[in-house]
């Protein structure tokens, strides 16, 4: 268990609709990022918050969006969802904004129908 | 732009063997980082071993180990004395000081004949 949470574990929608991703750092870390892992393919960085700021974006698409609340937990929201956006999201934490060893949570798997 | 290359997809190694999982990377970054992480079944990813660019001594952990080959942007990881709970995706991963962020391999699945 490496102390960071994610909910919900899995998420059945369809198309053209929204959802919200939630994740909560370990306890202490006020870095979040989240990866996006379509099948068998690699972890796509998305976006980095650092204690509420944005701080780095990779390729996220303009229908994603997310925050870091003040309790440091993130939401990822992903709207006008597409059949390609079914992927395992996950969300990291570190300890600061650094190159310190990433924890991740367990994922929520995305199915879009 | 930085990027990381596993160009085995998958490998198989025979219970208690040692294998040795390929990644290369490109960069013109002097300072930086490079991670192996498992990844079960389960999907939980799971940090295997790190390496600090600046080191050159290469960083072991019980049976896993690299090979940091600086000049050559070379990251390879061994596994000695290989379990069948070894039976993963393995994924090489580059960080550097200046964006956090990783930059990750497409992976190589490694399977463990008993």
């Known amino acids: 268990d490496s102390g960071v949470t994610q909910t919900p574990k899995h998420l059945i929608t369809a198309t053209g609709q929204r959802v919200t991703l939630r994740c909560s750092p370990r306890?202490?870390?006020?870095?979040v990022y989240w990866y996006q892992q379509s099948l068998d393919q690699g972890l796509q960085f998305l976006i980095q918050?650092?204690?509420?700021?944005?701080?780095a974006k990779g390729n996220i698409l303009e229908r994603f969006s997310a925050q870091q609340f003040p309790d440091l937990h993130s939401e990822l929201n992903l709207s006008s969802l597409e059949l390609g956006d079914s992927a395992l999201y996950f969300c990291?934490?570190?300890?600061?904004?650094?190159?310190?060893?990433?924890?991740f949570g367990p994922g929520t798997r995305l199915t879009v129908l | 732009a930085q990027t990381v290359t596993q160009s085995q997809p998958e490998m198989s190694v025979q219970e208690a063997e040692t294998v040795t999982l390929s990644c290369t990377y490109d960069?013109?970054?002097?300072?930086?980082?490079l991670f192996w992480y498992k990844q079960p079944p389960s999907r939980q990813m799971i940090l295997v071993i790190r390496?600090?660019?600046?080191?050159?001594q290469n960083a072991t952990e019980n049976r896993f180990s690299v090979n940091f080959q600086k000049a050559a942007k070379s990251f390879s990881l061994k596994i000695s004395d290989s379990q069948l709970g070894d039976a993963a995706m393995y994924f090489c991963?580059?960080?550097?000081?200046?964006?956090?962020?990783?930059?990750f391999g497409t992976g190589t699945r490694l399977k463990v004949l008993a």
């Open positions: 306890s202490g870390d006020l870095s």
């Open positions: 918050y650092y204690n509420g700021e944005e701080r």
């Open positions: 991963a580059y960080s550097t000081s200046g964006t956090y962020k990783y930059i």
């Open positions: 990291a934490s570190s300890v600061q904004q650094g190159v310190n060893e990433q924890f």
């Open positions: 390496q600090e660019a600046y080191k050159q």
């Open positions: 960069t013109s970054e002097s300072d930086y980082y």
